[in-house]
């Protein structure tokens, strides 16, 4: 076994999963790459699989709206979740539903990443993502990404985070491991 972040049930070692979550833009897919590089384990990005599995995630919301999004978005969690020793990706508003937090903390530590409004307008400025999020699909998206943030706010707050301002997805990564480590 790797040097995974692991679980002691009796005498049964159980490879526990590192979940990223956070705002969009923060970097959970980038700076999950390269955790899981680092400590040799797989890695799944949730908006990924719902995307090979339901198709598009802006023609989702389109067709069907957010509701039926979420509900996709379940089933994969409840997917993903089975698996072990891998780290995941969640879409930033997976944590919204409760079901959601239990199924992935029995599944393994939840780390959420963190930036500021002005920091996450730019990055997905520059990757050129403002008008293809969905939730982004508005005239001022500092204003949206603001009122999202103080919405989601005391959610994300449940969990260990990590500030990405100024560092590199690589950086982070390595703050991530050095804390999983210290803690075993």
């Known amino acids: 076994m790797s040097d995974a972040y692991t679980c002691c049930l009796g ?4 490879a526990r999963n590192i979940i990223l979550t956070g705002f969009m833009g923060t970097g959970k897919s980038s700076v999950g790459k390269k955790l899981s590089r680092i400590r ?20 989702m919301f389109e067709n069907h709206g957010e509701e039926y999004f979420r509900k996709c978005e379940r089933e994969i969690v409840l997917k993903v979740a089975q698996r072990s020793e891998i780290v995941i990706a969640t879409g930033g508003g997976v ?16 780390i959420c990443l963190t930036a500021s409004p002005e920091e996450i307008v730019n ?12 939730l982004l699909n508005t005239k001022d998206p500092y204003d949206a990404i603001s009122k999202l943030l103080a919405v989601r706010e005391d959610v994300y707050e449940q969990f260990v985070q990590f500030d990405t301002v100024g560092k590199s997805s690589l950086e982070i990564a390595q703050e991530i491991n050095d804390f999983l480590v210290g803690r075993n």
């Open 11 to 14: 005498d049964l070692i159980v």
């Open 40 to 59: 040799g384990i797989g890695f799944i990005d949730t908006d990924e699989e719902i995307i090979n599995e339901f198709g598009p995630i802006n023609i």
């Open 95 to 110: 944590v919204l539903d409760p079901d959601n937090i239990k199924v992935l903390e029995d599944s393994g530590e939840i």
């Open 123 to 134: 990055r997905l400025t520059r990757a050129e993502e403002i008008g293809v999020r969905p």
